[in-house]
């Protein structure tokens, strides 16, 4: 499976099927894709948030994907024209071969825009199996100890993607705890750097996971790639 970063939350996942998760391109500094060119078969989206549910309904839209998402969020998507798979938290789903577990993360959701505040249920994070490899995107979301007895131990992960950037989610201590807790193979950062609020130095996170954890930490750079079998 290749793994490719687009920056903040964002990553497609190319193996028997591609995966794009939180697709936030158009106004996210750091981009390095533009979503006119991005196809996917599905479409993750772990809350409604702006930097978050992104290019999500565009993207679906152009490549005839579905939109994979928390109930409300994917009444919400399907409103605006997007194909959706509505699920909720604790539910799994094989999708051709692909199966989706949505997982708890404790964090809001909401389409806020300038007039208003649409509520779009509860954020999740996501645990993936595609090709014999299982990877966790923890979405938005604080540490919590559900990481350690319920998806940690009862999961063989290969890829945790975690948020380090603090203020939002977890920053890198608490997500060095979370490392600890999945015990997956390898670690990569995520939300950190988009935005001077969110800064944070990944190689000091990665110094950390790999001294306290027995995972190995990988940083990618927006459009970097890695290959994992
Ligand atoms: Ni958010
Ligand atoms: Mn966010």
Known sequence: MKISY???ACFMLEGSKKIIID????GNP????KPEY????????SHG???HLGDGIKIARQSGG???APN?????????GAKVHNMHIG?????DGVKVKLTQAWHGSAFVDDQDIIYTGNPCGFLIWMDNLCIYHAGDTGLFGDMDTVIGRNNQIDVALLPIGDNFTMGPEDAVIAAKWLKAKTVIPMHYNTWPLIAQDPHLFKEKVEAQTQSKCLVLKPGESTEIY
């Open 30 to 33: 750091t981009a390095t894709k």
């Open 91 to 95: 539910g799994a789903y094989i999708f």
């Open 72 to 80: 409300e969020l994917a009444v919400f998507c399907e409103q605006k």
């Open 23 to 26: 697709p936030f391109l158009t």
């Open 66 to 68: 579905t939109i994979i």
């Open 6 to 8: 687009y920056g903040h």
């Open 38 to 45: 991005i196809k996917a078969d599905y479409i993750l989206i």
């Open 49 to 51: 948030h702006g930097d």
